[in-house]
């Protein structure tokens, strides 16, 4: 098993900066992948930035230019720097990672609130 937690969370000024922060721990040797998704009140959750074991990112359009996504050398944390933040990024933001055997788990998330 692997668990998630995230942080970095709080509330930020349209065109401020966070730093999101996911820490695994368990299993992390069998995790192919991580993602940040965000869902916004009202809305389904999406897929924002993504990262693989080889270091082969994406991102979602929205993000593009704006956001970054990177692993420690360690492999158990991962990382999204959120620049020129929006009002419309305001969302609980989640890790997840995927791996071998159906492995996938999930963090209970983040809050990130953008507002003057």
């Known amino acids: 098993q692997v668990q998630l937690v995230e942080s970095g969370g709080g509330l930020v000024q349209p065109g401020g900066s966070l730093r999101l922060s996911c820490v695994a721990s368990?299993?992390?040797?069998?995790?192919?992948?991580w993602g940040w998704y965000r869902q916004a009140p009202g809305k389904e959750r999406e897929l924002v930035a993504a990262?693989?074991?080889?270091?082969?990112?994406n991102y979602a359009d929205l993000v593009k230019g704006r956001f970054t996504i990177s692993r420690d050398n360690a492999g158990n944390t991962v990382y999204l720097q959120m620049n020129s933040l929006k009002p419309e990024d305001t969302a609980v933001y989640y890790c997840?990672?995927?791996?071998?055997?159906?492995?996938?788990?999930w963090g209970k998330g983040t809050l990130v609130t953008v507002s003057s």
């Open positions: 990262i693989t074991s080889d270091g082969n990112t």
């Open positions: 368990g299993s992390i040797f069998s995790i192919k992948a």
């Open positions: 997840r990672t995927v791996g071998g055997y159906g492995m996938d788990y």
